[in-house]
């Protein structure tokens, strides 16, 4: 009964798109006074966010299988090697092509001069003054570290196995929590999309349009090389049926540009439409929320390249491996919430001393549209990500 509402509800949240494109162009009145669903159902998916996190993580560690100790370095491993490679295409490209060079006259560069490289700088970056409000805002890259060590704790114990069934009852019942949400996905993407059409302003300078046919460009690109490619030659996923399963997935994350809001609908995706082993999205998808972010390294490489072009400032070899590094720690730490990406990516500047004042408003201002395409890369990413890991794994177990 529960698949045949959410074969229904697909189908709705297609006609859910078309509608709102509808009501964003003809009736933005109508649009702002149903903004509050959009807005209410968010909260709600935010609000399961913990728990879908705490149960997937610990009936991961807690269920008894020799492997699962190994699964999170690996799936780390796969998250990192994707960044890095999206990373060195999209500042190679960016490098060569020089999009922000012919606005140079923009930006005010008088006082910019990069910054020398420092992994104490990094460090001081990442965690900010005020934990306790940075643990409460969204960012639930320490909920998945504490809950980590606390469950992997748990798992070398005696009462691991009363833990795993007391969590497993748990989990069956946030999952029926999910399923009766993701239902009324329809009605989200028609508040959410028709409200960003109404909200969003169509005069745009030629440096931000630029840069966001940049974004684009460099995300399907991503798409291309760094996941469906791979995805085809190692676990022989026909390109077509990828996107076509991913592509349901797509249409929740262009309306809500919100990774963590995804996250249950993506682990869904992961078990129904792939039948990727629960054990191990469990474990990939939560980590992936975070770590991963293919959209994290797209966004970092053009935005540091576009910003020292605007400045005049030549980036040398060393400052290179300084947007990396920083870029990858950052990344971990980054909140996946709908515009965390704006303060994410001028504390990133912050590290490289780039001038970011003169860019920011016009950042800011186009950050949605680049999120749209960021949270969905992200999201991609992590689905890729699983099913490779769990094709390694079903490998493995054949050679047993």
């Known amino acids: 009964m529960m698949k045949k509402l959410n074969k229904i509800s697909t189908v709705a949240t297609i006609f859910a798109l078309v509608i709102a494109i509808i009501i964003g162009f003809c009736a933005p009145s109508f649009a702002k006074d149903i903004e509050y669903i959009g807005t209410r159902y968010l909260k709600v998916l935010k609000f399961l966010i913990g728990p879908v996190i705490i149960c997937s993580i610990a009936c991961a560690m807690l269920k008894k299988n020799k492997d699962s100790k190994f699964l999170v370095g690996k799936t780390v491993a796969i998250f990192i090697i994707m960044f890095v490679t999206t990373f060195l295409l999209c500042s190679g490209i960016v490098a060569l092509a020089k999009p922000g060079s012919s606005f140079s006259s923009s930006i005010d560069s008088s006082s910019s001069k990069l910054a020398d490289f420092s992994i104490k700088s990094i460090l001081l970056n990442l965690i900010p003054n005020d934990l306790e409000k940075f643990f409460f805002a969204g960012n639930i890259f320490f909920i998945i570290v504490v809950t980590l060590i606390i469950f992997f704790i748990i798992s070398k114990t005696k009462i691991r196995e009363k833990t795993y069934e007391v969590m497993k009852d748990f989990k069956k019942g946030v999952d029926f929590a999910l399923n009766v949400v993701v239902l009324l996905t329809p009605f989200a993407v028609v508040s959410l999309l028709s409200n960003m059409i109404v909200n969003y302003d169509t005069s745009m300078f030629n ?45 929740f994350t262009i309306s809500s540009c919100s990774s963590a809001a995804t996250l249950p609908y993506t682990i869904k995706t992961c078990n129904e439409e792939f039948g990727i082993d629960e054990k191990i999205t469990d474990v990939v998808v939560p980590l992936g929320c975070t770590i991963h972010m293919c959209g994290g390294a797209v966004s970092f490489a053009l935005l540091g390249f576009f910003v020292a072009q605007l400045t005049g400032n030549y980036i040398t070899f060393p400052l290179f491996m300084l947007m990396l590094v920083s870029a990858t720690l950052i990344n971990m730490a980054a909140p996946g919430i709908p515009g965390g990406g704006v303060v994410i990516g001028m504390t990133y500047l912050s590290i490289l001393n780039l001038p970011f004042e003169g860019f920011y408003g016009l950042y800011a201002g186009m950050y949605k549209l680049l999120d749209m395409s960021y949270t969905t890369l992200n999201v991609t990413g992590d689905i890729c990500a699983n099913i490779l890991l769990n094709h390694f794994e079903n490998n493995k177990k054949k050679e047993k």
């Open 207 to 251: 440096m931000g349009l630029r840069y966001i046919l940049y974004a684009y460009g460099l995300s399907i690109l991503t798409i291309i090389l760094v996941m469906i490619l791979p995805v085809w030659f190692i676990a022989k996923i026909n390109p077509l049926t990828y996107i076509r399963k991913v592509a349901k997935v797509w249409l």
